[in-house]
């Protein structure tokens, strides 16, 4: 694509990145067949091709950008299916982000919507704020209907939680050691006892803000996992956001702000506990902190801390396929599982046999579905902002998993999990935690009467 920036545009580095990316675009629309947006709605400006346009146009005339122009934007999931359809190497995470920082310095959104995206943005990153959010919202619960659709799509989102918290065992006999009781408030450090010492190293478990809150369930899942490879666990609770909430809103001071605290303090610790890994299982977060790194390549004195973060950042189910996994031995292939790769995962961190791989070594029955490659419209707060058309998402991937007839939705982050549970009964867990099951951990669906008995008795 051909770019007319000036000299003195070209001279900012952030501008001379999104200058590259364009200048790799050969309109040639491919990545338009894979984008969940262009596919509801139709419009070209509601898929990459014509998002990249307006992207350019916008950037290269540096002057506030119109409704519509922030409309088509908005609109867009992130969810960077495109990127993995394109041909040409276009790095749209980075223009889309450049584009966002932009639009939320230029553009005067309406009232209403300033103080909501301002809320997100207060919040969520705050596991203390978020608890009093819940509370709040279930005072809220009977006057539901009465409020704005974008708090009613906040509170369904809590309701699809109450219903996964049903899966917040109290333990069934079965634990192996007292990381599973772990307090959704443990301190910064909470080093699991391993029995037998420190055999392979230490790692450190990202606990995350909403998941810290709302899946404690999967950070227990994840320690018993790592333990039983031997590695010591070191539930890392504060800082508590990667800082993909604030990068995503646009809010680049904040988000940059984050990120700097984020990477002295992982590193400290990380140097502090001899940490091999910072273990993240949640794929949005994942995402965020891989691309620390390139974020601050040109600040001389983070750059070599950034990387290391990117670097010692892995995806539980990346981590976990490196290692010589052992299940017990009971039959778990009566138990089919549909997998639901989320695009932080999939199209964003490029990760997506290992889990797969893990739950059929686990022994489930992992069952194809049309449109894996579909955002499922959660997309970090996108189900928020957006909810009409993430709603609709949500029906069309439901209705494409359940025709695959099976028992349970596995899926590697809370946001989806969270999302999805609202459009179907079926049980939604995270992958971990069916790993955990298999190997000897507590079941998930505990007190889940949705879940098939007599499969759960048959099996275990
Ligand atoms: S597939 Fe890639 S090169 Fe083709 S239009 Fe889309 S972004 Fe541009
Ligand atoms: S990130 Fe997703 S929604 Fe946005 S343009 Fe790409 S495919 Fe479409």
Redesign the pocket.
């Known amino acids: 694509m051909r770019t007319e920036f000036t000299t003195e545009q070209l001279a900012d580095p952030r501008l001379d990145e999104a200058n590259s990316i364009l200048r790799k675009c050969v309109h040639c629309g491919f990545?338009?067949s894979?984008?969940?947006?262009?596919k509801l709605i139709g419009d070209e400006l509601?898929?990459?091709r014509g998002?990249i346009y307006l992207l350019k146009d916008m950037l290269e005339r540096d002057t506030t950008p119109s409704k519509q122009v922030v409309k088509h934007l908005d609109?867009?999931?992130?969810?960077?299916?495109?990127?993995t359809?394109c041909p040409s190497g276009v790095n749209?995470?980075r223009l889309?982000d450049e584009g966002r920082s932009y639009i939320e310095k230029k553009f005067n959104r309406p009232l209403m919507e300033r103080l909501f995206r301002n809320a997100l943005a207060l919040t969520l990153p705050c596991p203390g704020r978020f608890r009093l959010l819940l509370i709040l919202s279930g005072l809220l619960s009977p006057i539901k209907q009465l409020l704005p659709e974008r708090f009613r799509a906040a509170m369904n989102l809590r309701s699809g939680v109450t219903r996964t918290g049903q899966k917040q065992r109290t333990g069934n006999g079965n634990n192996r050691s007292s990381a599973s009781s772990l307090p959704p408030e443990s301190g910064r450090l909470s080093p699991s006892p391993l029995e037998g010492g420190n055999r392979k190293g230490a790692v450190g478990l990202i606990a995350g803000c909403v998941q810290q809150v709302m899946g404690t369930n999967i950070n227990s899942a994840s320690i018993r996992l790592l333990e039983q490879q031997g590695y010591q666990v070191h539930l890392l609770s504060d800082p508590p956001c990667c800082g993909a909430v604030e990068h995503h809103l646009g809010k680049t001071a904040k988000s940059e702000k984050r990120f700097k605290q984020n990477i002295a303090t992982w590193i400290k610790i990380a140097d502090e506990l001899g940490l091999e890994a910072l273990i993240v299982n949640a794929s949005g977060c994942g995402t965020m902190m891989k691309e620390y790194g390139h974020l601050f390549r040109h600040d001389e004195a983070l750059a070599a801390d950034a990387d290391r973060v990117s670097e010692m950042c892995r995806d539980i189910s990346e981590f976990l396929s490196g290692q010589t996994m052992e299940f017990r031995s009971v039959e778990m292939n009566n138990i089919r599982v549909a997998y639901q790769s989320p695009?932080s995962m999939q199209?964003g961190q490029k990760i997506d046999s290992q889990p797969l791989n893990l739950l059929q070594q686990a022994g489930f029955d992992v069952q194809e579905f049309p449109e894996k490659y579909m955002?499922c419209g959660s997309?970090g707060v996108y189900n928020l902002l957006q909810s009409e058309i993430a709603h609709e998402l949500g029906k069309r991937k439901t209705a494409h998993i359940e025709q695959a007839n099976i028992d349970v939705i596995a899926s590697g982050n809370l946001g989806c999990i969270m999302h999805m549970q609202q459009f179907t009964s079926i049980p939604i867990v995270h992958t971990v935690e069916l790993l955990d099951w298999a190997a000897s951990g507590p079941e998930p669906f505990q007190g889940d009467t949705r879940f098939p008995l007599d499969k759960k008795s048959n099996t275990l």
């Not at 894979?34 to 262009?38: A, E, G, I, Q, R």
């Not at 609109?75 to 990127?83: A, D, E, G, I, V």
Request: proline share 7%; glycine share 4%; aromatic share 8%.
């Open positions: 990545c338009n894979t984008c969940p947006t262009f509601d898929g990459p998002r609109r867009c999931l992130s969810c960077l299916s495109c990127m359809a749209y995470m889309i695009c199209h955002c997309a």
